[in-house]
C-alpha cells in the first residue's frame, strides 16, 4: 500500500464484505479515488470467503499455501501469471486499459447516431464517453483519457466510424447481464485496428 491506497496485491481483507451472492470491494485507489466494486459469481465467492476467513498470513487478501505457511500475492507474482497465461508481454494493467478501451467504444458508439454530421457534437460525446469510463474505473477524466483508454478509439470516430453494428450483442438475451466479451471485443479490435466488419458503422 501506497499513501493509504491499495491496488490488487495489497488490497485487504477489511475491505472486503459479503452481502448475500455478492462480493463488495471497498478500497482506496490510485490518486485517492474511493472504488466501490461489486461481484456476482459464486466461484469467486467461494474463493473470497475461504481467503477472509483464512488461519494465518497478513492482512491483505490475496495469498497462497506453501507448505503449512500462508503467503502473501505479490504484484510480480500477478503480473507473472498473466504473461504465462497470454504467453505475452502483458501486466495486470492491460487488463484495465483494455476493459477502459472497450467502454469507450460502446459509449462513442452509443452516442454515434446524435453525433452524425456534427463536429461539435462528436467533441461532447468524446467528453461524456471519458467522464463514463472514469467515472466506472474511478479514475479522473484526465488520466483515464491519458492512461488508459486507447487513443484510436477516438481517432476513428473523429473520422466517423463506431462498433454500432455491435451493440445488439452487448445484452444476453437469456439473462439480461451486458456482454462485453466476444462480438463486442472483437469488433473494438476491428475498429483499433482497421480491419473490415460488419461491426463497423459510420456516423459522418
Known sequence: ???????????????????????VFDYRAKGGQRQVQKIIDPEVLAVV??????????????????GRRWVDVKSEDINEYVRDGTKGEFSAKDFRTWNATVLAALALAVSGP????????????????????????????????ASYIDPRVFDRFEGGETIGGALPA???????????????????????EREESDAIERVA
Open 170 to 192: 452487448i445484452l444476453d438475451g437469456e439473462a439480461g447481464w451486458p456482454v462485453l466479451d466476444g462480438p463486442v471485443e472483437k469488433a473494438v479490435l476491428d475498429l483499433i
Open 114 to 145: 446524435v453525433a452524425r454530421g456534427s463536429r461539435a457534437a462528436r467533441g461532447r460525446a468524446e467528453r461524456r464517453a471519458v467522464e463514463e469510463v472514469a467515472n466506472l474505473l474511478g479514475n479522473t477524466p484526465a488520466v483515464c483519457r
Open 1 to 23: 500500500e501506497e499513501n493509504d491506497t491499495y491496488g490488487i496485491a495489497t488490497i485487504g481483507r477489511r475491505h472486503v464484505t459479503i452481502r448475500d451472492d455478492q462480493v
Open 49 to 66: 470467503q475461504a481467503l477472509k476467513r483464512r488461519r494465518g498470513g497478513g492482512e491483505e487478501l490475496l495469498a497462497y499455501k506453501r
